[in-house]
C-alpha cells in the first residue's frame, strides 16, 4: 500500500484532512428556521396585545420557601410579544434543591 488517504493517489492536504475529520465528526444538524421578524415595543401611549406565561417551580424547597414567606404563590413569568409554542415541563435533580419541576403555566392575554 503506497499508504494514501483519498481516492485522488495524492498525500492529503491539512485542508483536506479537516474538512475529512468535520465530516466524520459533526452530527447532521437540524433545519433552525429563521427568526420571527423582530418587532419593537410599544412607544409611550401605544397599547399592544403582550403574552404573559407564569414559570411555575416546586420542589421540596420552594415549597418551603412559599409557606414561610408567605408567598401567595408569586412566581416568575416570561412575557412575550408573540405566542410561544408548546414547551414541555423539565424536571431534573439538583444538588442543593432537590427534585425540581419547572413547567409555563396556561397563556394570560394582556393588552
Request: aromatic fraction near 4%.
Amino acid at each position: 500500500k503506497l499508504k494514501v488517504l483519498n481516492e485522488r493517489l495524492l498525500p492529503l492536504k491539512r485542508d483536506d484532512i479537516q474538512k475529512r475529520l468535520l465530516a466524520s465528526a459533526l452530527i447532521k444538524m437540524t433545519y433552525v428556521p429563521p427568526p420571527i421578524s423582530l418587532v419593537s415595543p410599544p412607544g409611550s401611549g401605544e397599547s399592544r396585545l403582550v403574552f404573559k406565561y407564569p414559570l411555575r417551580q416546586s420542589g421540596v424547597q420552594f415549597d418551603q420557601h412559599e409557606s414561610t414567606l408567605e408567598g401567595n404563590r408569586r412566581c416568575l413569568c416570561i412575557v412575550s410579544m408573540e405566542r410561544l409554542k408548546c414547551i414541555p415541563s423539565l424536571n431534573f435533580s439538583h444538588a442543593e434543591l432537590g427534585n425540581v419541576s419547572c413547567h409555563l403555566g396556561r397563556e394570560i392575554p394582556l393588552i
